[in-house]
Each structure stands twice: as C-alpha cells, then as structure tokens.
Nanobody, 114 residues
Framework: QAQLVESGGGLVQAGGSLRLSCDGSGIMNGINRMGWYRQAPGKQRDLVAVITSSGIDSTDSVQGRFTIFRDNAKNTVYLQMNNLKPEDTAVYYC?????????WGQGTQVTVAS
C-alpha cells in the first residue's frame, strides 16, 4: 500500500530553519506531483510547494525562504525552510499524486515562536 512518511517538524524561533523529509519508498514510480501542503488551526489545507513534471509550483508567501528538492536515489522529497515566521506554524503534509490518485502523509507539526 502506498505510504508517505514525514519527519523533521518541531519548534523553532522566528528566523530559524527546519528541514522536512518525506520518504515515498515503494511509490515513487508513476508519481507526477509530489511535495508539501500545510494546514493551520481553523484553516483549510493549502499548497506550500510541489515538484511537477514541468517544474515547481509554490505559494508566494514561501518563495525565497523555502526550497523543495527531491533525491530520487533515496525516494525522498525535502522541504528546506529558512527564515521561518510565526505564520508558518501549521501541520505540514507530504503529498503525492500517482495515476490520478492523491496520497497523503500523516502530517508533522511545525511551530514557529515569535
């Protein structure tokens, strides 16, 4: 069964950095979109950044601060988050789309203290 496993969340001070990892072992073949969404308390789940067959899509608020990249040898996608802000506080979910089906990880909490 397809499985995405996130790691790397935690508590950090504003201006700090975190790196999230998403292990997609076993489901990397056929994926045409893979990346990260986030959901803050009381809000909908929103796109952070995804790698697609044609490039990278990301939300404006993280451009210049967050970098998404993929290590195919390790079947892992990473989200490097720099200059974190309190408004980045959310549960971050790994996401993959394969053959028209969406897959989600269990989520990892990122909390940025002011």
């Amino acid at each position: 069964q397809a499985q995405l496993v996130e790691s790397g969340g935690g508590l950090v001070q504003a201006g700090g950095s975190l790196r999230l990892s998403c292990d997609g072992s076993g489901i990397m073949n056929g994926i045409n979109r893979m990346g990260w969404y986030r959901q803050a308390p009381g809000k909908q789940r929103d796109l952070v950044a995804v790698i697609t067959s044609s490039g990278i899509d990301s939300t404006d608020s993280v451009q210049g601060r967050f970098t998404i990249f993929r290590d195919n040898a390790k079947n892992t996608v990473y989200l490097q988050m720099n200059n974190l802000k309190p408004e980045d506080t959310a549960v971050y979910y790994c996401y993959a789309r394969r053959y028209g089906i969406n897959y989600w990880g269990q989520g990892t909490q990122v909390t940025v203290a002011s």
